[in-house]
């Protein structure tokens, strides 16, 4: 054999046909679909999918900007890249929010430093999921402690573990909760996609407040098993993606059985009703839905302004009441469970007041001591009456009599006003965030990007009843490419 034989012979057993192409990191912001058919057509690898985003991190989230949304790296994510199974999501790193349960070597705490001590013995069930199709778990996302249900007077995307999320557009604001770190991660691109969990408003108040889509899915479409609670009547896991599509792709997923079509002229004649009792008085955001209902009339939807939703503060005050009476009863059962030192919310109140400079800095838990003493038996059976009207009068009497009397396909309305600044001794501002309806009903919510109002992102909402996601998501992804309204943040200061 020849000198050129030999040399050819040994650059093909060094370097086999699959990696005769040149492979090459991402671009900022590339979606999961985007870097999906990058794997696919071998343009890229699991692995400088995961040092990308570990490069991001490194650069963005604790230096630099620093967004401060990312409380723990999985230090097996490169082992994993080099081993992930075939699949939908195969090679894709994912972040999860930090009250999803995983087995392996990162902690599942909530951001309190109550559950530091004691690891879960097993995968959250939407975790496996993941895995089994092929994604890579790159670490956990920052949240409000103890997903913002501890105190009225507290600052969304702080928690004692985690410190304070910033939002990546201005980092003087908030980038809201509880989901602040799956939010922020997402947006500043730090990964192609996370998953965060929603009561109310958890997913689609801050993606909205940080310009990406969030989706809270029909409540027991995902499975909640391995998922710190609140209640489980309001509890869910969601995707919070760059896209639709990608959002999509997600609960494909993490649902069992779900599919959805994403059809480029869904909203030809589809019929959406504007709810005008959630949209707010901000002017200028108001002027920006104006602009995008002409944008969905010229694209052959129907709109139907204004339709009433009746009952939203009847519905949304029966659930705080419900939720603070199930809060301790899911609390306690998901703590005996685990194990651990700290085994019911008494224990945890007991913790939190021993370790006061830690935990409390800036806010108490009056949510938590009031949570506590609704045990009495007569208590727990008003809660569950209690449920039962919230879920009927934000259900059947309200969102689904909105949709039937007009024959509708989903209500829309802007997700939020804009995000106010930080301010951890006072705590959040409160910002409009139309959640409750969706919420209380257990019913599917999509926000996507729909502006700026002085640098801070607004979201466009679409809302449908029971089961109805995939409509949901396929007249989310037809609005989206109208729009095109999302844009990589500036990390401005001011």
């Not at 012979?9 to 979606?31: D, E, F, I, N």
Request: hydrophobic letters at 45%; a neutral charge.
């Amino acid at each position: 054999m020849n000198r050129r034989r030999l040399l050819q012979s040994a650059a093909v057993a060094l370097c086999p046909a699959s990696c005769a192409k040149q492979h090459r990191a991402p671009l900022p912001y590339a979606t999961l679909d985007e870097l999906s058919a990058m794997l696919k057509a071998e343009h890229t690898t699991p692995l400088l999918l995961v040092e990308h985003c570990l490069e991001r991190i490194a650069q963005i989230d604790k230096s630099g900007p620093q967004i401060n949304a990312v409380i723990e790296l999985n230090p097996a994510a490169k082992a994993l890249a080099a081993a992930c199974p075939p699949g939908l999501l195969h090679g894709l790193p994912i972040l999860i929010k930090d009250n999803i349960e995983t087995a392996d070597a990162m902690q599942t705490t909530a951001g309190s430093l109550a559950l530091r001590d004691h690891k879960p013995q097993h995968d959250a069930a939407l975790v496996t999921r993941l895995r089994e199709a092929g994604a890579i778990i790159l670490g956990k996302s920052n949240l409000s402690e103890w997903a913002n249900i501890r105190s009225p007077n507290s600052t969304s995307g702080w928690s004692a573990r985690g410190g304070l999320t910033r939002n990546p557009h201005l980092l003087t604001h908030s980038a809201s909760g509880s989901s602040s770190g799956s939010a922020a991660a997402v947006a500043a691109g730090l990964a192609p996609a996370a998953i965060g969990t929603e009561t109310n408003g958890s997913i689609v108040s801050p993606a909205s407040a940080c310009g990406i889509v969030g989706f809270k899915p029909t409540v027991g479409l995902i499975g909640g098993s391995g998922i710190i609670p609140i209640t489980h009547w309001q509890d869910t896991a969601g995707p919070m993606t760059l896209t639709v599509k990608d959002a999509a792709l997600l609960m494909q997923v993490l649902a069992a059985g779900f599919t959805v079509d994403l059809k480029p002229d869904a909203l030809k004649g589809a019929r959406l009703g504007v709810v005008r009792s959630q949209c707010g008085k901000n002017t200028q955001v108001l002027a920006l839905f104006e602009i995008a209902l002409q944008k969905l009339r010229e694209a052959g939807a129907i709109i139907i302004d204004p339709v009433r939703l009746p009952n939203t503060g009847a519905a949304g005050g029966f659930s705080w009441q419900a939720m603070l009476i199930e809060l301790r009863r899911d609390l306690n059962a998901y703590l005996e469970q685990r194990g651990g030192d700290v085994r019911s919310l008494a224990e945890l109140i007991a913790f939190n007041e021993k370790h006061r400079e830690a935990e409390m800095p800036h806010f108490a838990q009056e949510f938590f001591e009031q949570s506590e003493k609704l045990s009495t038996p007569e208590i727990i059976a008003e809660g569950a009456e209690l449920r039962e009207k919230a879920r009927r009068l934000a259900g059947p009497e309200g969102i689904d009599a909105a949709l039937q009397s007009h024959q509708l396909d989903a209500l829309i309305c802007p997700t939020n006003d804009p995000i106010g600044p930080i301010n951890l001794e006072r705590g959040d501002t409160d910002a409009r965030v139309a959640s409750t309806p969706a919420a209380v009903a257990g019913y599917p919510h999509l926000t996507v990007p729909l502006g700026f109002v002085d640098g801070l992102p607004i979201g466009f909402s679409f809302m449908g009843t029971a089961n109805a996601d995939a409509r949901i998501l396929s007249l989310g992804h037809a609005f989206e490419q109208l729009t095109h309204a999302r844009r990589a943040p500036e990390f401005r200061k001011t």
